[in-house]
DNA sequence: GTCCGGAACTGTACAGTGTAAAGTCGCGGT
DNA sequence: ACCGCGACTTTACACTGTACAGTTCCGGAC
């Protein structure tokens, strides 16, 4: 595969070392093309040309692991811009986690709850509230927005992740399949919105996804003004 | 443990026979106390008196028994009200799925993405969708708001889903752990804001939801005036 | 040259998982 | 008395993560 120029005369000569490196990336190419549920020790193992054990020469566990292939989702996202205007920025941002998360779909349960953060993942963090923090958010306004981009964020990776169809075509079998059982006229509304607008040629559900972030700056752009006000007697932002 | 006043005279006696209902109730109460990765066939077999395999005669897979307890998770969540105005009826239902899925942790992966929605499922669906339609709501905009709603409120149970803390006090420590292999002004924002803010007595974070719900729905109603402005021209909305 | 220590990896084992396939038991109907 | 069948059990298989002990190989000390 590789090029072994290292290689002498010996028999099987001796193979690349392991190295944590090595085993995350592969790590990561082995979820994205079938699942984390794919993502074995042995399965790891025999694509590095090693028994499943050997792993546990560099890390401590399979959690190991998965917090490393997680911090490097987290490092594939591009960091807001340091003097950028912050609505840009968090728009930028939201839309970069997104793309990573279409990428490695199997990180979305996996980059919110981690116990043991790595340095992108902090990293992350922090650009994200010093943006808003630069942008005139006072401390609680700067939570507020970041529970507020992030659960939206991550709520529709979560509910786009395994819509059982990729191309609009199949939307239509696939409605038809899950609505089959059902007596046709049980689920009025729901039969109108998937007739009438889901199953429209052109209709793609990853356009939504913009439309709701940009709801969301609208709102945080006015609840950023009512406290700037509030707060312009005392002391300005920042 | 329960009442077993059908036992009469012989040996171990006819035990109450498995049902879908049955096995259901104790797999949701099972999943509840220990997670859903606790939730084994053989537990649950052992849990109802009962083989692993008993289960294959009612259900034919372990998806199938997920498919039913997800529907009834679905189906402890309240209906909008039929009349009701648009935005309470959402916030109420909003704060009903919340409490649904604080009640049931380990679904909240599951909702979203069942191949094989049950009909409480559906029935959900279906009211959200005919209350915003009642409210105004042509069938793009009902998708939008729909969209941005249940992202935000599955991606807010995913975010809080495994903090690793529950009462206020235990946020300190924790935060201390997950930071303390690192140097301490690496991230400045990040430590303000836990420290200032999130380390805080009486900072509770599920109080952030109702806050962006409610900017949200302020979105929602701003963006649907503006529909049907547009539109007042040709017919009224419905 | 011989020996040692430790790094890097392998072998074996165990308890756990979902489920296919076949076997068993007891009750209701004829 | 017997059959059929619903309801459940037994056994088996391939798979999982990982504890623990054994092996192999290389660099340096003597």
Redesign the interface.
């Known amino acids: 595969m590789t090029t072994e120029t290292t290689e002498t005369t010996k028999v099987a000569q001796r193979r690349v070392p392991l190295s944590r490196e090595r085993v995350l990336h592969t790590a990561i190419q082995l979820a994205d093309q079938g699942g984390i549920e794919s993502l074995s020790m042995r399965k790891l193992g025999q694509e590095l040309g090693v028994e499943a054990m050997a792993m546990y020469y560099h890390f401590a566990n399979k959690d190991d692991i998965i917090d490393g292939i997680v911090d490097l989702v987290f490092s594939e996202i591009d960091l807001p811009a340091a003097g950028a205007d912050w609505r840009a920025a968090m728009r930028q941002r939201a839309i970069s986690v997104r793309d990573a998360l279409l990428r490695h779909r199997w990180a979305i349960?996996l980059m919110?709850?981690r116990?043991?953060?790595g340095?992108a993942n902090?990293?992350h963090?922090?650009?994200v509230?010093?943006s808003l923090?630069a942008g005139g958010f006072d401390?609680?306004m700067?939570?507020?927005a970041y529970?507020?981009l992030?659960?939206?964020?991550?709520?529709?990776a979560?509910?786009t992740?395994?819509?059982?169809f990729d191309t609009s075509e199949e939307v239509a079998e696939v409605a038809q399949g899950?609505?089959g059982p059902?007596p046709m006229n049980?689920?009025?509304?729901?039969v109108?919105?998937l007739t009438?607008?889901?199953m429209t040629p052109g209709y793609d559900?990853g356009d939504?996804f913009e439309?709701?972030l940009d709801?969301?700056l609208?709102?945080?752009e006015?609840?950023r003004g009512r406290t700037a006000i509030r707060r312009s007697g005392t002391h300005r932002a920042r």
């Open positions: 349960g919110e709850s116990r043991n953060p340095p902090l990293r963090h922090d650009a509230i010093g923090r401390i609680a700067a939570a507020h529970s507020l992030d659960s939206y964020i991550y709520g529709f979560l509910t992740m395994n819509l059982p899950m609505l059902f049980e689920y009025p509304h729901l109108e919105m009438d607008h889901v559900f939504e439309y709701g709801v969301i609208d709102g945080l006015r609840a």
